[in-house]
């Protein structure tokens, strides 16, 4: 099918946002995997992505007067949009056998260099009823369907690569959800020697094969099943090989993290920060970083796409040119931002009927509802939070995010902004986006004054919303938590709530923290010292938009986990050094 190079990447994420019409993601981590495949397309890297249909999607979200959310799901038809790849392949599920087919999408790059991405489905007439939905709800379901669909996704992803040609190369498991193509692997390897006969020579042949990245920095996040599940999904032989791998935890469950560290060569997180945070979780691995980044053209508004083209024309074919947005005018900046900051207002416009003013200073705050994102920190004191705004200058605030379905805290932090909004109404003009999704997140991004941030430390691995507002010149107001910790230069690229040197939040001291700095550095400098604060966007783009995105970090995966060059250490050897 594809003139491939030998040591082709296998690249394996259980969500991709490809775009807007295909609902294949529900955030973060499906917008990073197709950025990361947007960077290797422009790159010209050997790479083919695996991932599922998901013929619902996610959901589509609906607010109420009241801030309730309800959820439909967003249809599409694979067989509408792209073709069939010539291949089917079959996986056994609970001792059944599924049959397998995959959509092909092709992402292309600047050079028009392609990168395969295959859709796996089982939505077939010789699959019964249940298993036909296996690729249907990303992250729906219960336990049971949840490894129905992992299973699809490791072992049927790496029968299909089979199937279609592509010869053994590097396996990227990103994130646990795909793990289980180790224990196919595996498989491979032991021929038809017995599960029990597996050592460390074969357990060191899958290894070498496979690189991991967890993105997830606490324990509860991590996929888990119990070991009657996992020998009733998998089967006897299957789940023999699992137990010779001696990962499973003390009660015989199955962690797909834990799979995924112990059998690949190469782990990673995705910041600086989070190295560190999962290090502790998981002391026995060796663990680098690799910071996450963003696609920079497609994140880029119009309005800064046309003065970058035009002052810095490199830019698209190498990010690192953005740095020489420290010679671009401040004026220039100026007037891309009013630009971008009024596609925004009309877009706002056009969804909720709402005018925002384009004078005001506009906060974003966009992400998944949950609770330990604390979407309603700046509504903690709304007599102070008024007092701000009468002796500084006019405040409004944009906001868009879906709860999981499931999550009902996340639901209710919904209902509490548009009740805080409600009580604001005087003083303050606070809008809801419904529906957030890439269209949203590119306008709000590109059209606030400044990005909001405040989640409970240390569980925002890296974060990314933050990276595209920096590319669009717009700085962020962040605690020290992810990418920020090593992006945040105060008063140079934004501005941080609370210290870098306490690891466990201290919510007194950071939602008192949002307040200072917002009335005695932020709105004095927006409304006091207009170009100050426009040279502060300029430092975000040629500082942090230069660096956080997704051409850097592919490099950096080349580099230092598929294709490492001879004599490079490997982690393991930095890690005896180290101690
Ligand atoms: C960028 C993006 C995200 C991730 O943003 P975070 O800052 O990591 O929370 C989520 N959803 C959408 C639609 C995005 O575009």
Known sequence: MHELDKKTVAYFSMEICLEQRIPTYSGGLGVLAGDTLRSAADLEIPLVAVSLAHRKGYFHQKLDAQGQQTETPEEWNPEDVLEAAPARVTVEIEGRTVHVRAWLYQVQGITGHTIPVLLLDTNLDENDAWDRTLTDVLYGGDPRYRLAQ??????????????????????????????????????RQ??????????????????????????????????????????????????????????????????????????????????????????????????????????????????????????????????????????????????????????????????????????????????????????????????????????NGPLQIVYGGKAHPRDEGGKALIRHIFEAAHELEDAIRVVYLENYDIDLACKLTSGVDLWLNNPRKPLEASGTSGMKAALNGVPSLSVLDGWWFEGHIEG????????????????????????????????????????????????????????????????????????????????????????
Request: net charge negative.
């Open 150 to 187: 992992e299973m699809v996704l490791g072992m049927g992803g790496v029968a299909m690569l089979r199937a279609l040609g592509y010869e053994d190369g590097v396996y990227h498991i990103n994130e646990g959800h795909a793990a289980l193509l180790t224990l196919v692997l595996l498989d």
């Open 190 to 391: 032991l021929g038809s020697r017995e599960p029990w006969e597996a050592g460390d020579a074969d357990f060191e042949a899958v290894r070498h094969q496979c690189i991991f990245t967890t993105h997830t920095p606490v324990p509860a996040g991590h996929d888990k099943f119990p070991e009657e599940q996992v020998v009733h999904s998998l089967g006897e032989h299957l789940a023999a090989l699992l137990s010779a791998t001696k990962c499973c935890d003390e009660d015989g469950s199955l962690n797909m993290t834990y799979l995924a560290l112990r059998l690949s060569r190469y782990i990673n997180g995705v910041a600086m920060r989070h190295r560190e945070v999962s290090r502790e979780m998981f002391p026995a691995h060796p663990i680098d970083s690799i910071t996450n980044g963003v696609h920079a053209v497609t994140w880029t508004s119009e309005p800064f796409r046309a003065l970058f083209d035009r002052r810095i024309p490199e830019w698209r074919r190498d990010n690192l040119y953005l740095r020489y947005a420290v010679a671009i005018s401040l004026e220039d900046i100026r007037q891309a931002h009013a630009a971008a900051k009024q596609s925004m207002i009309e877009d706002v416009a056009r969804r909720t009927g709402v005018t925002l003013d384009a004078s005001a200073m506009t906060i974003g705050f966009a992400r998944r509802a949950t609770p330990y994102k604390r979407a309603d920190m700046i509504f903690s004191d709304l007599d102070r939070l008024r007092g701000i705004v009468s002796a």
């Open 492 to 579: 140079v690229t934004g501005w941080s709530i609370g210290g870098s040197a306490e690891p466990e939040p201290d919510e007194t001291r950071e939602s008192n923290d949002l307040y200072v700095k917002l009335e005695q550095v932020i709105l004095p400098l927006f409304y006091g010292l207009p170009l100050a604060y426009v040279e502060v966007m300029r430092h975000a783009i040629a500082l942090n938009g230069s660096f956080f995105n997704t051409q850097r970090m592919v490099q950096q995966y080349v580099r230092n986990a598929y294709f490492p060059a001879e004599g490079d250490p490997v982690p393991e050897d930095e890690e005896a050094v180290r101690s």
